[in-house]
């Protein structure tokens, strides 16, 4: 398994390699500056700018000199946060995304567990077609539609929870769900679906031959193989779940790293750009290692094939 890991983690350096290459000159082909929507700025003005912050030398150079510093661990000024560094704003923003992240992805996991296990159990029964059909429906709702549907019901008319900000921790289940409840959807048919499978095979006849109850059936046997395709899907869902926060968090008025992305994206705030694509990438990487390792430990025809 060690070995495995540091495998993968070599794997993930020429990946890194190539998005880091990628993204710094997409962004530069995209037309205007991180200085051009200044109104009150003078041509002059901002020129001396691009010269300050070196935009002015050559592209390549600019990528060298990049790539320097980020070796050293250093991802420069952001050109709209005045006195800022990226390095600082992604260490204050970014512990709130992956904070509402995991907590979306424990939701989502449980959730969708739970209900693909309980729809399975039922079958084809009227309740079975129930929870298969709110599966579909938490599919079928996107979360710009979702979140203020939960604000309208739990926050201002029930009053459960606070409609935005992110100052206790209650603040923090609306948007969970919000993210989450797409993801537990999906969760909840690969679980119903791989129970389903389960059921038609020997080992589970011959358990309820020997008259085990129904929840050892289900619990102990049918669900560490049932569980396997929801671990491989839970790397790419952790993926969804941290870049699909940025409409969350402008719903919620979350102050995470979503919205820094989505603002530096629009004024071509290069380098912020470029440290909220390293961390996502750093992020997806390590959680489908994550889902790897896991699915080595319930399987162990995987854990040999590493």
């Not at 250093?74 to 006195?83: A, H, T, V």
């Not at 938490?138 to 009053?159: E, M, N, T």
């Not at 926060?245 to 004024?267: C, H, K, M, N, W």
């Amino acid at each position: 398994m060690i070995k495995y890991i540091i495998k993968r983690i070599l794997e993930a350096i020429p990946v890194m390699f190539v998005i880091i290459t990628a993204v710094f000159f997409m962004v530069r082909f995209v037309p205007g500056g991180p200085f051009d929507r200044e109104r009150s700025a003078s041509a002059e003005t901002i020129a001396a700018l691009n010269a300050y912050y070196g935009l002015d030398k050559p592209l390549f150079e600019q990528y060298l000199g990049f790539l320097k510093n980020l070796s050293r661990g250093e991802l420069g000024p952001s050109y709209k946060y005045e006195g800022w560094t990226v390095n600082e704003i992604l260490a204050e923003k970014a512990a709130v995304s992956l904070e509402l992240g995991c907590a979306a992805l424990v939701a989502a996991a449980l959730m969708g567990v739970l209900l693909g296990l309980a729809a399975a159990a039922f079958g084809r029964s009227a309740w079975g077609a129930i929870l298969s059909g709110l599966s579909l429906l938490g599919i079928c709702l996107p979360s710009f539609v979702l979140g203020p549907l939960l604000i309208l019901l739990l926050a201002i008319k029930f009053r459960c929870f606070n409609a935005v900000g992110w100052d206790s921790a209650s603040d923090i289940v609306l948007p969970a769900l919000t993210l989450a409840l797409f993801y537990a959807a999906w969760i909840a048919r690969l679980m119903r679906r791989a129970v389903s499978d389960e059921l038609s095979r020997g080992y589970v006849r011959t358990a309820r031959a020997k008259g085990l109850p129904p929840g050892k059936v289900y619990f102990v046997h049918i669900f560490k193989n049932a569980v396997q395709p929801v671990v491989s899907y839970l790397g790419p869902a952790a993926a969804g779940l941290l870049t699909g926060s940025f409409v969350v968090e402008t719903i919620f008025q979350i102050p995470g790293l979503g919205r820094f992305f989505v603002s530096s994206a629009l004024d071509n705030d290069y380098t912020m750009i470029m440290g909220c694509v390293i961390l996502y990438a750093a992020f997806i990487i390590f959680f489908n290692l994550l889902a790897d390792i896991a699915l080595a430990a319930l399987n162990p025809k995987v854990a040999k094939q590493l």
